[in-house]
């Protein structure tokens, strides 16, 4: 979790720096995202909130994204990935938006998607989505990387956005 906290301080730097916000929708990181995010001194003021989205009908409720927004779309893709972040983003009225998807593990999930498979999304200034493939079984290993390369990807857009 250390690990998480120092990408977590550095990407809190530069939203308070730059008076931008974050929004966290997250599924098998479990809040993980958001309790790195949130272990930083001064979170309050870049963190909008986050929400643990498992679930089509959290999806709905927390989120606010209806069944009709993912239509079309395939479980635990990049596509998806990004309808979350953006959901996330939007509900919680904040600069950015980050979100992630996947099967934790030990087993895969119901789409054939193997342990340690998972999309991971930032939306706002700047879109990018990424798939990560572990290729281990262990779901607190998992939690931790997918986790990680969500941090990851919201500090490289931060960092694109600046230029």
């Known amino acids: 979790m250390r690990e998480l906290i120092?990408?977590?301080?550095?990407?809190?730097?530069?939203?308070?720096?730059?008076?931008?916000?974050?929004?966290v929708g997250e599924s098998s990181a479990g809040g993980l995202i958001s309790a790195a995010l949130l272990a930083v001194a001064g979170a309050s003021a870049y963190f909008t909130g986050g929400a643990v989205?498992?679930?089509?009908e959290s999806r709905r409720e927390l989120l606010g994204l209806p069944d009709s927004a993912f239509a079309g779309i395939k479980s635990v893709t990049e596509d998806l990935a990004l309808i979350l972040a953006r959901g996330a983003?939007?509900?919680l009225s904040a600069t950015w938006g980050v979100s992630e998807?996947?099967?934790?593990?030990?087993?895969?999930?119901?789409?054939?998607?193997?342990?340690g498979f998972s999309c991971i999304a930032v939306a706002g200034p700047i879109e990018r989505a990424l798939t990560l493939e572990t290729?281990?079984?262990d779901r607190?290993?998992?939690?931790?990387?997918f986790s990680a390369a969500a941090l990851e990807l919201l500090a490289g857009c931060l960092e694109a956005a600046r230029s």
């Open 6 to 23: 120092a990408a977590a301080e550095k990407i809190g730097a530069i939203l308070k720096e730059r008076k931008q916000t974050v929004a």
């Open 101 to 115: 998807i996947g099967a934790a593990g030990p087993t895969g999930t119901r789409y054939g998607n193997p342990p």
């Open 140 to 145: 607190y290993e998992n939690m931790i990387k």
């Open 135 to 137: 290729k281990i079984s």
């Open 53 to 56: 989205v498992y679930t089509r």
């Open 89 to 91: 983003k939007n509900r």
